[in-house]
């Protein structure tokens, strides 16, 4: 018998995967591949069931013989040992960056000649619905909330940028790229208090309050699915902090990274500049226990950030507040610096490993930024994030624009750099 091969990488299934395995079995015996946990994640989005779930949701349907684990979303290592003589795809795979999924599958096949078949993409309004389902479970705070804990048990960098408004959550939420047969996506969101305040035309200086910054995360979560970091700058006082902590837990937010300074908040970059005021260890540590003791989940994570290396108290003060704040429950460690070469965050990391080799290592490469996630991982770094990104290119493309219809008096001359409009709300999912 003939063997026929297709891949889900599905938690419910519908309509449109039926009618793929129907047209499937009238070649022959039909393969499942379950697409694996860290090669989903990459490509499309976070599952819902487990690996061992979804094999068993696989199996259980007619007309499938068999389901094996497929670990990359190419199909190169499956076929070359399957060797099937149809693969079974919908045809909706074409265009855009799944185009190169199908390139290589046809590239395999042609190996051995073996056949590409491809079946009319099921398009009606119940497959359309489970599709919307789907993501507004990923999106629920019970889901959401523990992702990020999730993501760094698979990936070997969980990778969050900065988002600031919904539309730069979509930005977020849909950017996926292709590149040498590997596919890559930004794992969580940031949301940075710098970029909330600037975003809103005010300092930054703890000037926006929670009220308005827990705005911006209800404007993110109401149109993503992906876990969300917080910046919570000093955290405040204590006896505040614990009810942040509340807050951003029930919303569905997985972390808040908390800095060790006291007093008006003045952005690091600045460093020795302008005086800014490190906290006491005791106080800092007393801080993380009261927020610890206020979670009601095991899924939220407090982050200490450490300000001794931006305010030039040396490596072993950061190393010894790092350990101090992990034995007072710091979910997470977070380093900063502002120097452009990124030896002194390579050897704080070296260091911390040392001693602990569990504990998530935090990095914002933005001064430092010619160092590689897969380099930082090298150093025991688990989460990367870009944090003002998005808002820098956003900010001198809006004022040239700006400018250039003051001088030219009409619209003409930018055209040609702006994005379509409806390119634009293409990204904007309808109910």
């Known amino acids: 018998m003939k063997t026929v091969y297709t891949c889900f990488c599905t938690d419910v ?17 039909v393969i499942i591949g379950a697409l694996s946990d ?16 979804r094999i068993k949701l696989y199996k259980d349907l007619d007309g499938v013989d068999d389901v094996i684990v497929q670990d990359s979303i190419m199909y190169d290592g499956v076929i070359k ?46 497959v359309s619905k489970i599709d919307r389902q789907l993501r507004e479970k990923l999106a629920m705070p019970e889901y959401r909330r523990k992702r990020l804990r999730q993501l760094l048990g698979i990936r070997p960098v969980v990778k969050a940028i900065e988002v600031h408004s919904g539309i730069t959550g979509l930005i ?137 290396l931006i305010l030039e108290k040396g490596m072993e003060d950061a190393l010894t507040r790092a350990a101090a704040f992990v034995e007072a429950g710091a979910d997470g460690i977070m ?4 120097k452009k070469d990124p030896t002194e965050i390579v050897e704080f990391c070296d ?13 914002v490469p933005s001064s430092f930024n010619t160092i590689t996630e897969e380099e930082l991982a090298e150093h025991g770094v688990n989460i990367v994030i870009y944090a003002n990104q998005l808002t820098r290119s956003a900010f001198p493309a809006m004022q040239q624009t700006a400018e250039d219809i003051l001088r030219y008096h009409r619209a003409k001359e930018v055209d040609d750099r702006l994005m379509p409009i409806k390119q634009i709300i293409t990204l904007i999912d309808e109910l």
């Open 38 to 53: 860290p090669a989903l994640i990459r490509y499309n989005r976070f599952p819902t069931k487990s690996l061992e779930e």
């Open 172 to 308: 977020a939420e849909k950017t996926v790229i292709e590149n040498n047969g590997e596919f890559d996506q930004f794992d969580a969101m940031w949301i940075s208090s710098l970029c909330d305040s600037t975003a809103k035309g005010k300092p930054d200086i703890e000037l926006v309050d929670m009220t308005s910054r827990f705005r911006t995360i209800d404007d993110v979560t109401e149109v993503t699915t992906k876990p969300i970091i917080f910046d919570g700058d000093t955290g405040g006082l204590a006896e505040h902090f614990v009810y942040t902590v509340r807050s951003l837990e029930k919303m569905g937010v997985s972390a808040i990274i908390i800095e060790d300074k006291k007093g008006l908040k003045k952005n690091s970059l600045f460093g020795t500049e302008v005086k800014q005021t490190q906290d006491s260890i005791e106080n800092f540590c007393a801080k993380i226990k009261a927020g610890k003791e206020a979670q009601l989940t095991d899924d939220f994570m407090i982050i200490a950030r450490i300000e001794s």
């Open 13 to 29: 299934i519908h309509e449109g995967h039926l009618n793929i395995i129907e047209e499937a079995h009238k070649y022959g015996k």
């Open 335 to 338: 380093i900063h610096s502002r």
């Open 351 to 363: 260091k911390f490993r040392e001693t602990n080799k569990t504990t998530p290592i935090v990095v």
């Open 81 to 126: 040992r399957l060797k099937p003589d149809y693969v079974v795809h919908g045809d909706n795979w074409k265009e855009g960056t799944e185009s190169a999924i199908r390139e290589n599958v046809l590239k395999c096949l042609d190996e051995y000649g073996g056949e590409l078949i491809e079946v009319g993409y099921t398009f009606n309004p119940n």
